[in-house]
């Protein structure tokens, strides 16, 4: 059986063939936002990219600070936000 390709399903058997269903990989997240009271570290938005996020002076960040940019075109974790401490 061929080798299973990125974003791509199994192979499944129909009849004497073999298909394989697949996503395209994508190489860029969408630009995410600084949340309110926060600022956005990072410039590039392309795969395996890193953007963090750290809040102003008295608050504290909710969701996940640190994120990466995925195969899938998605952010890692949680969307980030800052709230009061």
Same mark, same amino acid.
């Given at each position: ?11 499944? %058997?129909? /009849? %004497?063939? =073999? ?8 190489? =860029?997240?969408?630009?995410? +936002?600084?949340? +309110?009271?926060?600022?956005?570290? /990072?410039? =590039?938005?392309?795969? /395996? #990219? ?9 608050? %504290?960040? =909710?969701?996940?600070? %640190? +994120? ?8 890692? /974790?949680?969307?980030?936000?800052? #709230? +009061?401490?």
């Amino acid at each position: 059986m061929p080798t299973l390709a990125p974003n791509c399903l199994p192979f499944k %058997k129909i /009849g %004497k063939m =073999s298909i394989q269903f697949c996503v395209p990989a994508t190489n =860029s997240c969408a630009k995410p +936002r600084a949340p +309110r009271h926060g600022t956005k570290i /990072g410039r =590039s938005y392309t795969l /395996g #990219s890193v953007v963090t996020i750290v809040c102003d002076a008295g608050y %504290k960040v =909710s969701g996940t600070a %640190k +994120r990466f940019c995925q195969e899938n075109g998605q952010w890692s /974790g949680l969307e980030p936000g800052c #709230s +009061r401490e």
